[in-house]
């Protein structure tokens, strides 16, 4: 298994309040990207990091933001949560572009 | 914009051959393809580079014909392990990033 894990694995929260989860790599890779898994939508790219605090928008990237100042962590940030975001993210790694993407547990979100 | 795969579905009995595809819009420098079983993260299968290189893992192989932008991943002799839904993940020239199909699912029964 890839040195890759997530936080909370699991959360349940109310609209409006703020939400962060949390991505942690112990492969040192360059590349790290949090997508959502919606039934019917596949997986779909939030937001990505190559390097530390470099970071850039995905196609889903509306009321979330990121943040990464250690190669480890990758952290997601939902500043007010709507039910809309309620769903399963994944966070990856990957060393360089022809690498395989190793997935994270996932962490599964309710916004109620 | 997300690749497209076909089927959306598909039920085997054990031993049947399927595939899949997966077509862009975009010119592509890679497919990737994946696994994922219910309830857990998708699991990388393969990748394919320009130049039509067909590769295998185990009895499951996809080729890339990158004038069409289009992948296939073949399951052959299926087994029951080889239920789950599959992925395919594209990626475009001068890109770092993957768009990913919405994805078909395979059961595979005795």
């Known amino acids: 298994d890839a040195g890759i894990t997530q936080s909370p694995r699991h959360k349940v929260t109310e609209t409006g309040t703020p939400v962060t989860l949390r991505c942690h790599q112990t492969?040192?890779?360059?590349?790290m990207y949090w997508y959502r898994q919606d039934p019917g939508h596949g997986l779909r790219l939030i937001h990505y990091?190559?390097?530390?605090?470099?970071?850039d928008k995905g196609e889903v990237s509306d009321g979330y933001s990121v943040s990464r100042s250690k190669t480890e962590d990758f952290l997601l940030t939902l500043e007010s949560a709507t039910s809309s975001q309620t769903s399963v993210y994944f966070c990856?790694?990957?060393?360089?572009?022809?690498?395989?993407?190793?997935f994270g547990p996932g962490t599964r979100l309710t916004v109620l | 914009q997300q690749p497209v795969q076909s089927p959306q579905a598909v039920i085997l009995r054990e031993g049947e051959d399927a595939v899949i595809n997966c077509s862009s819009s975009?010119?592509?420098?890679?497919v990737h393809w994946y696994r994922q079983k219910h309830g857990e993260a998708p699991v990388f299968l393969m990748i394919?580079?320009?130049?039509?290189e067909q590769k295998g893992h185990d009895k499951i192989s996809a080729s890339f014909n990158e004038k069409k932008q289009q992948s296939s991943l073949y399951l052959t002799a299926s087994q029951l392990s080889y239920s789950g839904t599959y992925f395919c993940?594209?990626?475009?020239?001068?890109?770092?990033?993957?768009?990913f199909g919405a994805g078909t699912t395979v059961t595979v029964r005795a």
């Open positions: 990091s190559y390097g530390v605090k470099d970071t």
């Open positions: 975009k010119a592509l420098y890679s």
């Open positions: 990856a790694i990957t060393g360089t572009r022809q690498d395989t993407q190793y």
């Open positions: 394919l580079l320009k130049g039509g």
């Open positions: 492969e040192n890779h360059r590349y």
């Open positions: 993940g594209t990626e475009s020239f001068n890109d770092y990033k993957l768009s």
